[in-house]
């Protein structure tokens, strides 16, 4: 499965939109990108994955690049509850063996 | 109504003690992991049980010795255990083993392990 890098950490206001980038230069054309994160002492929580096309869902939207190779989380909203580790992943055929990278630590702020 | 449930939720142990974590799933679920994150925040897959067979098994010492006696349960035992094996470990469950729905995870809330 394909690399991903992702900043170490962010800041957001709160009330404006989080914009968290992911690079997965390496992604193959069945592998598909998700997006976690992971709120102090709890399990990861799903958030959205995509394939090509732009995804957007109850919890946050996912922009993908034409040529797939980086990719964008955005919280559109950001509230003190979304301040997180963010992780983004790719997953082929070998689903469930994609480890979780450093990801990004995210700080909303007031 | 937990989705994912593992127990117990903290563990504190002596090095050479053989213990056991136990996870349920009531999601209907046919798929199953084991995930460990160490103090570094890497969390990195140790094994995978779909249908109870177990599909993926990661360059994990073989003291570490999962089973699942249904679609569920999955169980993980560890004998032996060594100052390195404290760490969380993450039992989670997805519908099926392959891209998209296999990515979708939902994950217990850990059980801590410090080792002794």
């Known amino acids: 499965d394909a690399k991903t890098t992702q900043p170490t950490s962010m800041d957001c206001a709160e009330g404006r939109a989080a914009n968290l980038p992911c690079n997965h230069s390496?992604?193959?054309?069945?592998?598909?990108v998700y997006w976690y994160r992971q709120i102090h002492s709890q399990g990861p929580q799903y958030i959205i994955h995509?394939?090509?096309n732009n995804e957007t869902n109850e919890m946050a939207s996912l922009i993908i690049t034409e040529d797939r190779k980086s990719s964008t989380l955005i919280l559109p909203h950001a509230t003190l509850r979304d301040t997180a580790v963010y992780y983004c992943i790719v997953m082929g055929t070998n689903a469930g063996k994609s480890t979780f990278g450093d990801g990004t630590t995210l700080t909303v702020k007031p | 109504d937990t989705a994912v449930s593992q127990t117990p939720k903290y563990l504190v142990t002596q090095m050479g003690n053989d213990k056991s974590i136990k996870c349920e799933q009531n999601l209907g679920h046919d798929t199953m992991y084991w995930y460990k994150q160490d103090s570094k925040k890497f969390l990195k897959i140790m094994f995978s049980y779909n249908n109870k067979e177990l599909i993926i098994n990661e360059t994990v010492p073989n003291r570490f010795s999962p089973k699942s006696p249904d679609k569920a349960h999955l169980n993980l035992h560890i004998n032996s255990l060594e100052l390195g094996d404290s760490a969380v470990y993450f039992c989670?469950?997805?519908?099926?083993?392959?891209?998209?729905?296999?990515?979708?995870?939902?994950f217990g809330e850990g059980s801590r392990l410090t080792v002794l």
């Open positions: 995509g394939l090509k």
């Open positions: 989670a469950s997805s519908e099926g083993r392959v891209p998209p729905k296999a990515g979708e995870l939902f």
């Open positions: 390496t992604i193959s054309g069945n592998e598909y």
